[in-house]
């Protein structure tokens, strides 16, 4: 289920989007109920990430928000958000590749999904296919900071903003 969550997170790198993908599956059964891969830019939506879709989707086509017969595969540990809806889906089993030190919230940065004091645990099961995930989020990163690269179409420049700084410079004042 990891190597198919690796594979929408490649499919949202293609489109210019942070490379996370994530896949819900019925435990007992192996079918895939959910996927999504993360469309924060395309969507404009700070909600659209790779397990907030997966799991939205789970829930319509089952017809139930609770998916405690059910597993999340997702690529990069889940952000407070997103850990929240784990556990307000009471997912039976959470499995996550690469740990996000900078916004994890299933034990780096924050320890939400085995949090006593809320009415549903899920353990994670960190470290799958950790490093294939962690080396696609580093190729994307650094493929955004190649100046030779023009920017992708999903990232444009707000209404008003300034023009590039490599505008030619002014010439000086002939006497
Ligand atoms: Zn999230």
Same mark, same amino acid.
């Given at each position: 289920?990891?190597?198919?969550?690796?594979?929408?997170?490649?499919? +949202?790198?293609?489109?210019?989007?942070?490379?996370?993908?994530?896949?819900?599956?019925?435990?007992? *059964?192996?079918?895939?109920?959910?996927?999504?891969?993360?469309?924060?830019?395309?969507?404009? &939506?700070? +909600?659209?990430?790779?397990?907030?879709?997966?799991?939205?989707?789970?829930?319509?086509a089952i017809g139930d928000w609770r998916l405690n017969h059910c597993a999340l595969a997702v690529t990069l540990e889940p952000c407070?958000?997103?850990?929240?809806?784990?556990? &307000?889906?009471?997912l039976a089993r959470l499995v996550f590749a690469a740990p996000d030190p900078k916004?994890? +919230?299933?034990?780096?940065?924050?320890?939400?999904?085995?949090?006593?004091?809320?009415?549903?645990?899920?353990?994670?099961?960190?470290?799958?296919?950790?490093?294939?995930?962690?080396?696609?989020?580093? *190729?994307?990163?650094?493929?955004?900071?190649?100046?030779?690269?023009?920017?992708?179409?999903?990232?444009?420049?707000?209404?008003?903003?300034?023009?590039?700084? *490599? *505008? !030619?410079?002014? !010439?000086? !004042?002939?006497?």
């Amino acid at each position: 289920m990891m190597a198919r969550a690796l594979h929408l997170a490649r499919q +949202a790198a293609d489109l210019g989007e942070v490379p996370v993908g994530a896949v819900v599956w019925e435990l007992a *059964s192996g079918r895939i109920l959910g996927e999504g891969f993360n469309r924060r830019e395309i969507d404009n &939506n700070p +909600a659209a990430h790779a397990e907030f879709l997966a799991i939205t989707a789970a829930c319509q086509a089952i017809g139930d928000w609770r998916l405690n017969h059910c597993a999340l595969a997702v690529t990069l540990e889940p952000c407070p958000m997103c850990a929240g809806l784990i556990v &307000n889906a009471r997912l039976a089993r959470l499995v996550f590749a690469a740990p996000d030190p900078k916004a994890g +919230a299933a034990g780096s940065l924050f320890t939400l999904t085995t949090d006593p004091r809320l009415n549903h645990r899920v353990t994670p099961i960190p470290g799958v296919l950790a490093d294939q995930s962690a080396d696609l989020l580093r *190729s994307f990163f650094r493929s955004l900071r190649r100046p030779d690269k023009p920017p992708t179409p999903h990232f444009p420049d707000p209404p008003g903003a300034l023009p590039p700084p *490599s *505008s !030619p410079p002014v !010439p000086p !004042p002939t006497a």
